[in-house]
T-cell receptor, first 111, second 113 residues
């Protein structure tokens, strides 16, 4: 079983819609959860992090964490063409910052 | 957040040669990491670069192939040794940014012929 699994893409959404990205993880002891955005040919950019159960909102992005279900999600509201990218879920399963990454979900926002 | 630079940004190398990639952080960080991202794939951690001691390698990566230096809290190098076409990849370094966050450098795109 992979440590971090993301819903397979690609995900295509119309402009203005909500894009919903899902991620599950295997290590129940995981404490920190991150979403990175990666544009084609660029390096990953941290867009959200969440440590506690519940929702965390930052602008058009909302991260949701449910540790009991070992599930973390990212919602992108009012999706824009500039949101078209690959979104990587990362989980810190061990002390010392070491991250495990999911395979990523590619999102395309249609104008 | 830390600002991270890498050199070179890209290189084309011949089989059997070695390439050293440099990573510079604009502030002191305790933790630095090296990742590999093969085409169309996600990130795979190669090693944790420890200041003042040997790097800690992940399963499948060895020091002879990927020697790492970490002379101070702002700088690290990764060498890809005795390269083969299978080493063609993007190599990324990252530094911790507080709260267990990591920030990435722009990456080094390596092509081995």
């Amino acid at each position: 079983q992979k440590e971090v699994e993301q819903n397979s893409g690609p995900l295509s959404v119309p402009e203005g819609a909500i894009a919903s990205l899902n991620c599950t993880y295997s290590d129940r002891g995981s404490q920190s959860f991150f979403w990175y955005r990666q544009y084609s040919g660029k390096s990953p950019e941290l867009i959200m992090f969440i440590y506690s159960n519940g929702d965390k909102e930052d602008g058009r992005f909302t991260a949701q964490l449910n540790k009991a279900s070992q599930y973390v999600s990212l919602l992108i509201r009012d999706s824009q063409p500039s949101d078209s990218a690959t979104y990587l879920c990362a989980v810190n399963s061990q002390p010392g910052y070491k991250l495990s990454f999911g395979a990523g979900t590619t999102v395309t926002v249609r104008a | 957040s830390a600002v991270i630079s890498q050199k070179p940004s890209r290189d084309i190398c011949q089989r059997g040669t070695s390439l050293t990639i440099q990573c510079q952080v604009d502030s002191q960080v305790t933790m630095m990491f090296w990742y590999r991202q093969q085409p169309g794939q996600s990130l795979t951690l190669i090693a944790t670069a420890n200041q003042g001691s040997e790097a800690t390698y992940e399963s499948g990566f060895v020091i002879d192939k990927f020697p790492i230096s970490r002379p101070n809290l702002t700088f690290s190098t990764l060498t890809v040794s005795n390269m083969s076409p299978e080493d063609s990849s993007i190599y990324l370094c990252s530094g911790e940014g507080g709260g267990e966050t990591q920030y990435f450098g722009p990456g080094t795109r390596l092509t081995v012929l």
